[in-house]
């Protein structure tokens, strides 16, 4: 029951992508919030995020994913981009602290363009995942602070450098994959 339902649902997002595949282009966002108070950053959820019961991942809402019968609460996508955010905040934070540069506020905010048709299978040639990300920062120092340029350039660079996320997805790291199953047999019987 449940593969006819997400057929079901997913069926007309297919045709639209195929007839008007400029629909299928979307751009997920995240942000977070810095202050002096410490070395964090808050993110700011979206109301996906907020009304999730359980922070359980499925699909998006262009591949279908609107409905918790057959589907998660929250797209991995967005929760990418927030894991990006956080920690590129983190460590904007870390080094500010190290370097001595004081930072009254701030905010951290990631963008990511999808392309559904890859994702849904429409068309073999589309990208499957980010075709591109944004990540960008705006600061405010504490009042009377002054940091020359190139002290604010090399917080940058350093924060580029020492995010984990931000190098994982730059540097594609070495990956394996395995799926393993067995099933129940009638006679009680497990098979691998």
Do not use: W
């Not at 591949?63 to 927030?82: F, K, N, R, V, Y």
């Not at 602070?145 to 924060?159: F, I, R, S």
């Amino acid at each position: 029951m449940a593969s006819q339902t997400l057929r079901a649902k997913q069926a007309p997002l297919k045709d639209s992508y195929r007839n008007n595949p400029s629909s299928a282009l979307v751009t997920l966002s995240s942000s977070g919030t810095l202050d002096s108070s410490s070395i964090i950053c808050k993110l700011s959820t979206g109301k996906a995020v907020k009304d999730a019961q359980s922070k359980i991942a499925g699909l998006h809402q262009n591949a279908g994913g609107d409905d918790p019968t057959i589907s998660g609460e929250l797209c991995s996508g967005d929760m990418l981009l927030e894991a990006l955010v956080a920690c590129a905040g983190v460590t904007l934070k870390a080094v500010a602290t190290a370097m001595d540069i004081p930072i009254h506020s701030g905010t951290v905010h990631a963008e990511g363009d999808l392309d559904f048709r890859g994702t849904m299978g429409v068309d073999r040639d589309a990208p499957v995942g980010f075709t591109a990300i944004r990540l960008g920062f705006e600061l405010q120092l504490e009042k009377g602070a002054e940091v020359p340029d190139e002290k604010v350039e090399k917080l940058g660079k350093l924060t580029e450098r020492y995010c984990v996320v931000l190098q994982t997805i730059a540097n594609k790291p070495k990956l394996s994959v395995s799926l393993r199953g067995s099933a129940e047999t009638e006679d009680g019987i497990d098979r691998g």
